[in-house]
């Protein structure tokens, strides 16, 4: 059973940069049905997608951040990882990794818990 | 970008009872559609893609119908494990997320 785990600071600067990184245990990141997802939920708020990255390297990011947004892999580490810069308290959120899979038209079918950040001075 | 609407937001309801929410999308979007169920403090769980076909495990009181621009979800005999918060998410271009609709105990 796959399992995803996110990892990274709870707590961020304003302007500073937000560095997640997700962990797959019980499957392999190199499939090519696969896809690894960021989603983020600002408190009391509805959910936002963020990006994906394929293992392949291919991406496709929300249009609403893909300026501030990179997502990379490390398939050696069997990692995928969330790169966020300048960012202010609206990036205040519980971030959520995710799989989505291509005969699922794309649905998310594995989630990580979650871990909450807040950018505070 | 497509704009996902769920209505209603809020539905205060019985067990028992037989729940519809729907969801529109601002252009077609054929059946590139998912639902899920999210409960406070938890991720996400996804109960329906391909816009009506159910995922292992879900029971078979949850049910999705649609295609184009309109989509319902239907509960038909609400639990008590039901009362959550449900969100539908399109995946044609640019994936979004519907405003969610919480389902509250009446």
């Known amino acids: 059973q796959v399992q995803l785990q996110e990892s990274g600071p709870g707590l961020v600067k304003p302007s500073q940069t937000l560095s997640l990184t997700c962990s797959i245990s019980?499957?392999?990141?190199?499939?090519?049905?696969?896809?690894w997802n960021w989603i983020r939920q600002r408190p009391g708020k509805g959910l936002e997608w963020i990006g994906y990255?394929?293992?392949?390297?291919?991406?496709y990011y929300n249009p609403s951040l893909k300026s501030r947004v990179t997502i990379s892999v490390d398939m050696s580490k069997s990692q995928f990882s969330l790169r966020l810069i300048s960012i202010t308290a609206a990036d205040t959120a519980v971030y959520y990794c995710?799989?989505?899979?291509?005969?699922?038209?794309?649905?998310?079918?594995?989630w990580g818990r979650g871990t909450t950040v807040t950018v505070s001075s | 970008d497509i704009q996902m609407t769920q209505s209603p937001s809020t539905l205060s309801a019985s067990v028992g009872d037989r729940v519809t929410i729907t969801c529109r999308a601002s252009?077609?979007?054929?059946?590139?559609l998912a639902w899920y169920q999210q409960k406070p403090g938890k991720a996400p769980k996804l109960l329906i893609y391909?816009?009506?076909t159910l995922e292992s495990g879900v029971p078979s009181r949850f049910s999705g119908s649609g295609s184009g621009t309109e989509f319902t979800l239907t509960i038909s005999s609400l639990q008590p494990d039901d009362f959550a918060t449900y969100y539908c998410?399109?995946?044609?271009?640019?994936?979004?997320f519907g405003q969610g609709t919480k389902v509250e105990i009446k």
């Open positions: 019980g499957g392999s990141i190199s499939s090519g049905a696969h896809y």
């Open positions: 998410q399109q995946f044609s271009s640019y994936w979004t």
């Open positions: 252009q077609s979007i054929s059946s590139w």
């Open positions: 391909k816009a009506s």
């Open positions: 990255i394929h293992y392949s390297g291919s991406t």
């Open positions: 995710a799989r989505s899979v291509l005969y699922y038209y794309y649905a998310l079918d594995v």
